[in-house]
């Protein structure tokens, strides 16, 4: 559009029309550009329509109004390509690979040791999985990178957890009280063999350790620091519990992961701990080249442009007065070893928008160091808050924050009533099945079709509602789809068969032709949700499919419709439910169903 005008500084602003009578898009780039050279836009517009060469596409463009410019497609074009996306073996929906992949590490979910997953980490998890579906489904190399929290100040207080527990075994165990004098070794060895804590308890021991610390005891608090340090220098006893504790807490993560239907494995794991050794050379080297300075005994980078309220600059601490080591150097080294050891291309960081200050100034840092090219894009992908009834941070009656875990258990047990409700009859696995699928689809769903940027009210009600853009509506629609297939057998069409050798269709009526033209779009909404990395862009299209889906069937009859209209009829059919499992379960990572 631009290079029809003869142009390339200007943008061509193609957009979807608000109003099929001005077509399916208008360009509407003609105004700015002739208001910028002077001109009158009409002419301009008609010298774009006259250099356009997109007849294969469109009808004649229009000229409306002062130079907006209105495109149709032909049906020829529609019906091609849905010939084409019938005909691709890939099953890519007609959906291309990137001329150029690149190299993009995802850092997302990452929880911390010795904590059960909350709600918190819920919106980083499913939001970053879909980020690397959708890349990786557009052609690029994605690296996973799930950067938990497992080393700094906190692990002297994991490391006393588990030595309290393997206390907690030995004082009613004379075998590992003698060892407990004569070998402590062995007595590490031996009662770790025996302790079998799961993560809630590994937590609440935590929490007490953490409790006690608070309450200040000059001797507990040398104690910890001193199984701090321990585990900064490898001492053996401290290393083999924060290992401990470093699996416990993993092992649950693993299980929510596989609840969850997100991509992660263990082979994504590279947390804080991994770059232990590199911090000193990060501080070191900023030091060095005066990229930090020395300030109140800490180590700072001061990078341009932040300022605190009163006009000072703000620091971004990289080492404590006392010598200790931050996040934010954690957060460098990790820059340096996505872009010089995995070759990142770009690095994209989903957490919450709370740390929206801490990636500015990481990422000012890591620039002005040098550590990141001007090629290289850095992208905090940030979200809002899981929130209450009451508007406030979801939290439970006490007060504490939500556990991941209890919040899909629940989602599952309501579904079930969902499921009852629709499908009394089934046999009680398939019903079993069915309410996971759609419990957890309802939890991520709700999550996924939330503006990312903004806060929002989590309500099982309004999230496992079977009408609205709804994980059970999307599933729902799905379902319908499938039935009519299964219908299709009793009534001797063989779906297979009409489809296969199909050459020509048949898209007379309006719903047959919205519907048809909806469906080529797919790619789109997939671009600009990848674009922007905002998922809720897929779920909008899915959802307005379902719902040009509906209006279509209940327009046009599919199996009784006449031979010559029921193999296009069939075709929209069976495209809109890939098209549906596509979004739902390859991109968004939520199960579809046959029947519900
Ligand atoms: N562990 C942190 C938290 O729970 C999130 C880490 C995000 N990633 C990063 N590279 N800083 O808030």
Known sequence: MAAAAGRSDCAAIVRLSTDPKFGDYQANGVMALAKKIKTNPRKLAEQVVSNLDIADICEPPEIAGPGFINLRLKSDFITGRLLQINADVENRLGIEKEAQPRTIVVDFSCPNIAKQMHVGHLRSTVIGDCICRMLEFLGHNVIRQNHIGDWGLQMGMVVQAIETACFNLTS????????????????????????????????????????????????????IRRLLVGLQHGETGCLIFWSKARDITLKECQRMYNLLNVTLTGKDIRGESFYKDDLHEVVDKLLKSKIA?????????????FKNKEGQRLPFIVQKSDSAYLYATTDLAAIRYRINELKADKIVYVTDARQKLHFEMLFATARMAKWVGDDIELSHVMFGSVLGDDGAPLKTRSGE??????????????????????????????????????GIGAVKYADYSNNRTS?????????????????????????????????????????????????????TELAELELAKYLIRYGEAIDAAVSDYRPNYLTAYLYELAQKFSAFYTNCPVLDAGPDKRPTRLLLCDLTARTIKHGLSELLGIEVVEQM
């Open 293 to 305: 300075e020395k300030s109140e005994g800490a180590v700072c980078v001061f990078p341009d442009g």
């Open 401 to 438: 924050n939500v556990k991941l875990k209890e919040l899909l258990d629940e989602a599952v047990e309501r579904a079930k009533a969902v499921v009852e409700e629709k499908n009394p009859n089934l046999p009680a696995d398939k019903k079993q099945k069915i309410a996971e699928a759609v």
């Open 455 to 507: 806060d929002y009210v989590f309500s099982f009600d309004k999230m496992l509602a079977m009408d609205g853009n709804t994980a059970p509506y999307m599933q729902y629609a799905y379902a319908r789809i499938k039935s009519i297939e299964r219908k299709a057998q009793t009534k001797d069409v063989d779906i297979a068969t009409e489809l296969a050798g199909l050459e020509r269709l048949d898209l």
């Open 172 to 223: 009613n165990d004379k075998y590992l009280l003698s060892l407990l004098s004569e070998n402590p070794q062995k007595w590490e060895n031996e009662s770790l063999k025996r302790i079998d804590l799961n993560l809630e308890q590994l937590e609440s021991l935590y929490i007490k350790t953490n409790k006690a610390l608070e309450i200040g005891h000059p001797d507990f608090e040398e104690r």
